[in-house]
């Protein structure tokens, strides 16, 4: 996306900026041999349709959570966690997770830990096989170009929490190479604050055999056959998953501003950006 284009999108709280694009993307390693990629990818989409298959069984968590493990695993993609092993807290309530963003990988990611349901923007419900994945889990879309549908997306996480749903969302808004960048929207954090929930931080990472790489990163104009075919022949590629302590806000004493930034100082913590957001582009939040 160009400034210029930046500059003329409308400013709403759901939207993100992100000087990202497919240039900032590149192997951290030699890349895997094409015959070891195209037997990945003949067994990745075998793992998607054997999803596709389970019919409304994927949206059972348990079944969730091992689908998305095996499409980890036939993209020879390796998971590491960190911390709490449970995305949720124990409580009356369910939990608002909140993540840095990266990739489409980020979801499967974050599913193979604990299968929660999923806020994500409208377009990956068209996106091939994994759209419709994602439909049968439960994700809740949103139109990040609508103020309008605002209101009504905040009062339904606040819904699904107070039952003792848990609910993940991408505050950035959009995606960043190195996942460390952009501001956090406070308008998801609402929700915890309506429904009385806790907020779960965490932080994604990638690398390639130990080294920060930026090949599963999903920015800019890319698109998801190019991602998937970079993913395909990455060798040693993990994506790490630091689960962080929770945090209770206080309704009278927090707001979603202090809230947001809270989450971000924990996700992001002091690692520098690759890109530096530029304020006279950033969007009202």
Same mark, same amino acid.
């Given at each position: 996306m160009?400034d210029?284009?930046?500059?003329?999108?409308?400013?709403?709280?759901w939207?993100?900026?992100?000087?990202?694009?497919?240039?900032?993307?590149?192997?951290?390693?030699?890349?895997?041999?094409?015959?070891?990629?195209a037997?990945?990818?003949t067994?990745f989409?075998?793992?998607?349709?054997?999803?596709?298959?389970?019919?409304?069984?994927?949206?059972?968590?348990?079944?969730?959570?091992?689908?998305?493990?095996?499409?980890?695993?036939?993209?020879?993609i390796?998971?590491?966690?960190?911390?709490?092993?449970?995305?949720?807290?124990?409580?009356?309530?369910?939990?608002?997770?909140?993540?840095?963003?990266?990739?489409w990988?980020?979801?499967?990611?974050?599913?193979a830990v604990?299968?929660v349901?999923?806020?994500?923007?409208?377009e990956?419900?068209?996106?091939p096989?994994?759209?419709?994945?994602?439909?049968?889990?439960g994700?809740m879309?949103?139109?990040?170009?609508s103020?309008r549908?605002?209101?009504?997306?905040?009062?339904?996480?606040a819904?699904?929490?107070?039952?003792?749903?848990?609910?993940?969302?991408?505050?950035?808004?959009?995606?960043?190479?190195?996942?460390? @960048? $952009? +501001?956090? *929207? #406070?308008?998801t954090f609402q929700a915890? !604050?309506?429904?009385?929930?806790? &907020?779960r931080?965490?932080t994604?990472?990638?690398?390639?055999h130990g080294?920060?790489?930026?090949?599963?990163?999903?920015?800019?104009?890319?698109?998801? @056959? $190019? +991602?998937? *075919? #970079?993913?395909?022949?990455a060798?040693? !590629?993990?994506?790490?998953?630091? &689960?962080?302590?929770?945090?209770?806000?206080?309704?009278?004493?927090?707001?979603r501003?202090?809230?947001?930034?809270?989450?971000?100082?924990?996700?992001?913590g002091?690692?520098l950006?690759?890109?530096?957001?530029?304020?006279? !582009?950033?969007?009202a939040?």
């Amino acid at each position: 996306m160009t400034d210029a284009a930046a500059m003329s999108l409308p400013e709403h709280a759901w939207a993100g900026w992100s000087p990202c694009t497919p240039g900032c993307v590149s192997h951290a390693a030699d890349r895997v041999p094409a015959t070891r990629g195209a037997r990945r990818a003949t067994v990745f989409l075998g793992a998607v349709m054997g999803a596709l298959l389970s019919g409304r069984r994927i949206a059972d968590p348990e079944t969730l959570r091992a689908r998305a493990a095996t499409l980890l695993d036939a993209l020879g993609i390796r998971l590491e966690v960190t911390g709490d092993s449970t995305l949720s807290a124990p409580g009356g309530t369910g939990t608002l997770i909140v993540a840095n963003h990266i990739s489409w990988l980020d979801i499967l990611a974050l599913l193979a830990v604990e299968p929660v349901a999923m806020l994500a923007k409208r377009e990956i419900a068209g996106w091939p096989l994994i759209g419709s994945l994602a439909t049968r889990a439960g994700t809740m879309y949103i139109d990040r170009g609508s103020l309008r549908e605002l209101p009504d997306t905040v009062r339904e996480m606040a819904a699904r929490l107070r039952d003792g749903q848990s609910v993940m969302a991408f505050p950035q808004g959009i995606t960043w190479c190195s996942g460390t @960048g $952009g +501001s956090f *929207r #406070r308008a998801t954090f609402q929700a915890a !604050l309506d429904a009385g929930a806790p &907020v779960r931080p965490v932080t994604l990472e990638y690398v390639q055999h130990g080294a920060p790489t930026t090949v599963a990163a999903f920015v800019g104009e890319d698109d998801f @056959g $190019g +991602s998937l *075919r #970079r993913v395909l022949r990455a060798d040693g !590629l993990t994506v790490r998953v630091a &689960v962080h302590r929770t945090l209770r806000p206080m309704r009278d004493v927090d707001d979603r501003r202090r809230l947001a930034a809270q989450a971000q100082a924990t996700v992001c913590g002091a690692r520098l950006p690759l890109h530096q957001e530029f304020p006279a !582009l950033e969007l009202a939040r």
